[in-house]
């Protein structure tokens, strides 16, 4: 039902000619947890299966597919997934619930000027380092065509890691 009444707030003439979604469709897709289908109810998502996930931006892609890839990318790639994967309890506890809600928007950084969604040919790289006494890692990175980057609070970036010193106490060089 909720699919449906979403379909219904979307004018895909009017997104289209103002290159975005209507901020009543906005509010419904975040006060209606759209971006947290795939979040455990544990964070406040509804823990939906990927496949109910599908059919779900299938709808309503068929309505728009704007308002579809806005669902989905939320969904499928990006901050939300890599913290539920990667990220730490505290991580977790912070970020997926306002992932949920809507109270922050995630986007992911993959594609490049001359590597688009092939992550092997990105020439992005990033650096184990120790500066100041705290280990991290420095980024250079040209990236393009990040959904939902001019609203997004929180982003994941794809890159290269190189660990030249050896620092990493866990995990491995290569795409992260």
């Known amino acids: 039902n909720k699919v449906d009444l979403l379909c219904q707030t979307i004018d895909e003439t009017q997104v289209l000619k103002n290159r975005d979604l209507h901020p009543k469709t906005w509010n419904y897709i975040k006060d209606n947890k759209f971006f947290g289908l795939c979040i455990p109810e544990k964070y406040d998502g509804l823990e939906f299966s990927q496949y109910a996930h599908s059919q779900i931006v299938q709808k309503i892609s068929s309505h728009s597919s704007t308002a579809g890839v806005s669902v989905m990318v939320p969904n499928s790639l ?53 500066k100041n006494g705290v280990k991290g890692i420095e980024v250079s990175l040209n990236k393009r065509y990040i959904t939902l980057a001019p609203i997004a609070d929180v982003i994941g970036i794809a890159f290269k890691l190189e660990d030249p010193d050896n620092l990493l106490e866990k995990g491995d060089e290569g795409i992260t």
């Open 78 to 130: 990006g901050p939300g997934e890599l913290l539920l994967n990667y990220g730490t309890e505290e991580q977790k506890e912070k970020f997926l619930p306002l992932l949920s809600k809507g109270k922050i928007v995630p986007c992911f950084g993959l594609t490049g000027p001359s590597s688009g969604s092939d992550a092997a040919s990105m020439p992005d790289i990033g650096k184990v380092v120790i």
